[in-house]
């Protein structure tokens, strides 16, 4: 990851003394290749970049964390930033007013 994509985060100083040495035991454990794997079964032949807790959150056990490549941890990571944005910017901007009721509803 880049230094920017952490600016701004607690993340790195909620990590675990030993971070380092449970990130390799992870991609140990997966064989250095990516986890994720397609439709049709076959596993991702890229090898694993990053460290992924599958449950975001604070939970560093073993059977949290997966081997992942960097093009699928990016994608991942993307898709739960966009959520979050998506969710604050609800939260922030209710309606102000009721939706108008459909004209081809009836009643």
């Given at each position: 990851?880049?230094?920017?994509?952490?600016?701004?985060?607690?993340?790195?100083?909620?990590?675990?003394?030993?971070?380092?040495?449970?990130?390799?035991?992870?991609?140990?454990?997966?064989?250095?290749?990516?986890?994720?794997?397609?439709?049709?079964?076959?596993?991702?032949?890229?090898?694993?970049?990053?460290?992924?807790?599958?449950?975001?959150?604070?939970?560093?056990s073993m059977s949290n964390l997966r081997s992942l490549c960097t093009l699928h941890h990016a994608s991942i990571t993307g898709a739960q930033g966009g959520r979050r944005v998506h969710k604050r910017a609800r939260m922030a901007h209710p309606l102000k007013r009721k939706p108008e009721k459909h004209p081809g509803d009836p009643g």
């Open positions: 990851m880049t230094q920017r994509s952490w600016a701004g985060s607690d993340r790195r100083g909620r990590l675990p003394d030993n971070w380092r040495q449970l990130r390799q035991a992870v991609f140990a454990r997966d064989g250095w290749q990516c986890v994720m794997r397609a439709p049709s079964g076959q596993r991702c032949p890229r090898p694993a970049q990053e460290c992924d807790h599958i449950t975001p959150g604070d939970d560093h």
